[in-house]
């Protein structure tokens, strides 16, 4: 099975399917979303679009039924995923660090993150203290081991 678009001289597009011919009943789709104009595949004179079975020779006997071709709403990806019953009490929001462009990831009060119970990551108890089983103290960064934004 296959759509496509093609107008001689100026472009060819594609989208194909294969299927088994078996003696058992089944269901077989071609699911493809014709290119937009911001798309790589996009050329201005795809005015058309067709499709097409193709059958294997030497088939002595081939049942079909109930062909059509439909116009389905896309939706997003997140949108698909949360339909199929996945993450659907997500929330996709700012975190509303308090200055991650100097690396204090610490959340502001209003944070929609705190409000929902997330419990506050405690920056204060984490990374290297000074201990009497410490090999050497104070801590000392060797010269470029500390990340940094770009454009800075």
């Known amino acids: 099975m296959s759509a496509f678009s093609w107008k001689k001289d100026e472009h060819s597009w594609a989208v194909e399917s294969t299927a088994a011919l078996t003696p058992e009943w089944q269901q077989c789709e071609l699911l493809f979303r014709l290119p937009k104009e911001v798309d790589r595949e996009y050329k201005s ?38 339909a199929a019953g996945l993450d659907r009490h997500s929330v996709v929001a700012d975190p509303l660090f308090i200055d991650p462009q100097h690396d204090n990831y610490r959340l502001q009060s209003a944070s929609r993150a705190l409000k929902m119970g997330f419990e506050p990551i405690p920056f204060e108890k984490i990374g290297p203290y000074q201990d009497a089983l410490r090999a050497s103290w104070p801590i000392v960064e060797a010269p470029g081991v500390r990340e940094t934004r770009t454009g800075e």
Do not use: H, K
């Open 45 to 82: 004179t795809m005015d058309t679009c067709y499709w097409r079975i193709n059958f294997p020779t030497g088939t002595s006997r081939f049942w079909m039924d109930d062909v059509s071709l439909r116009e389905a709403e896309l939706a997003d990806e997140w949108e698909s995923w949360q």
